[in-house]
């Protein structure tokens, strides 16, 4: 078990609709970041927020935002979701600036997402 | 930017016999190098980093990895493989610079599909 969770497991939707994952990270960890992995694109980086501020972006879709929030948890908002949306969504933490561990990242168990 | 090769989609390998992932990667300056390993349906776990000194790591479940810079590779290997290290290994890179934003991200390998034969 990382300590990283991540709700829901699972969830089905249907094309149009919009959908929030959560994430909360390890305890005392600033850092969160969200991956998304599907067949065809492999494990893709798509946003990093650090203390509730943004501080990285890789290939998110305009349809798709996130937040950080003041007790650390975050959510990734998934809008207008189409069929190519379906995936395995990571959010992953990592720990503070000082101390050990700090460079690499701890997943949770993803939420997997079925857009119908 | 900064990308990661794992030219084996597959790799088999007796119980008992020494493995070997590959990994070779490109980046900016010098490497944070990592190795995940991902069971079906669940996250994935860390299972060792190269960050500086000894080119020789050693993480968890007896893998090892060894970071060799003038072939820009970061290959995972253990002596005797087990039936229960079948699953799918990503090798991922960040650069040790963070002097800009898109550098604190891990950019992961297309996985490597262990499957270790009894």
């Known amino acids: 078990d990382s300590g990283v969770t991540q709700t829901p497991k699972h969830l089905i939707t249907a094309t149009g609709q919009r959908v929030t994952l959560r994430c909360s990270p390890r305890?005392?960890?600033?850092?969160v970041y969200w991956y998304q992995q599907s067949l065809d694109q492999g494990l893709q980086f798509l946003i990093q927020?650090?203390?509730?501020?943004?501080?990285a972006k890789g290939n998110i879709l305009e349809r798709f935002s996130a937040q950080q929030f003041p007790d650390l948890h975050s959510e990734l908002n998934l809008s207008s979701l189409e069929l190519g949306d379906s995936a395995l969504y990571f959010c992953?933490?990592?720990?503070?600036?000082?101390?050990?561990?700090?460079?690499?990242?701890?997943f949770g168990p993803g939420t997997r997402l079925t857009v119908t | 930017a900064q990308s990661v090769a794992q030219p084996e989609d597959q790799v088999n390998v007796a119980e008992g016999n020494p493995l070997t992932v590959k990994c070779t990667y490109s980046?900016?300056?010098?490497?944070?190098l990592f190795w995940y390993v991902q069971y079906p349906n669940r996250g994935l776990q860390f299972l060792l980093k190269?960050?500086?000194?000894?080119?020789l790591v050693k993480g968890s479940y007896g893998f090892e990895a060894e970071f060799n810079k003038s072939q820009t590779s970061f290959h995972l290997k253990k002596p005797s493989a087990l039936v229960s290290d079948s699953a799918l290994y990503f090798c991922?890179?960040?650069?040790?610079?963070?002097?800009?934003?898109?550098?604190?991200?891990?950019?992961f390998g297309s996985g490597t599909q262990l499957t270790v034969l009894p």
């Open positions: 190269y960050i500086t000194g000894d080119n």
């Open positions: 980046v900016s300056g010098n490497p944070y």
């Open positions: 992953a933490s990592s720990a503070k600036i000082t101390g050990q561990g700090k460079y690499e990242q701890y």
């Open positions: 927020y650090y203390n509730g501020e943004e501080r």
């Open positions: 991922a890179v960040r650069a040790a610079s963070i002097s800009s934003g898109s550098a604190r991200q891990l950019t």
């Open positions: 305890s005392g960890d600033l850092s």
